[in-house]
């Protein structure tokens, strides 16, 4: 049976994002300030980079793997980013790799 509950969340979030996905046209039109490019260019390597340090933070170089499964997987993230520039690779790729990795599954 279909909640009502459930069908109002989904409508009002639905709402919401095309709401917020709207708005910079709004406000903006066409054309951009510099700033919001400026946000644009350096705020996805800035938030990559953060990635990087909160995935890394807890890994004990001196005990159990010694981090030589994260560090691979984010070489292997690293590698697939520069070579096919494609986001979705690049995670999927380094996500595999590190689950092979702490599982043990045997090639």
Known sequence: MFDVHAGYVVVI????????RVLPFIFFGR??????VYLGRVLPPA??????????????????????????ASLLVVVLQVWKRNTLLSI???????MCMVQGVSW
């Open 13 to 20: 979030s639905g709402g919401v994002t095309v709401l917020l």
């Open 31 to 36: 054309s951009q300030p510099p700033f919001i």
């Open 47 to 72: 938030v990559m980079g953060m990635l990087a340090v909160y995935c890394l933070r807890g890994v004990n170089f001196l005990a159990g793997t010694h981090g030589v499964p994260e560090v691979c």
């Open 92 to 98: 999927v790729g380094g996500t595999a790799l590190y």
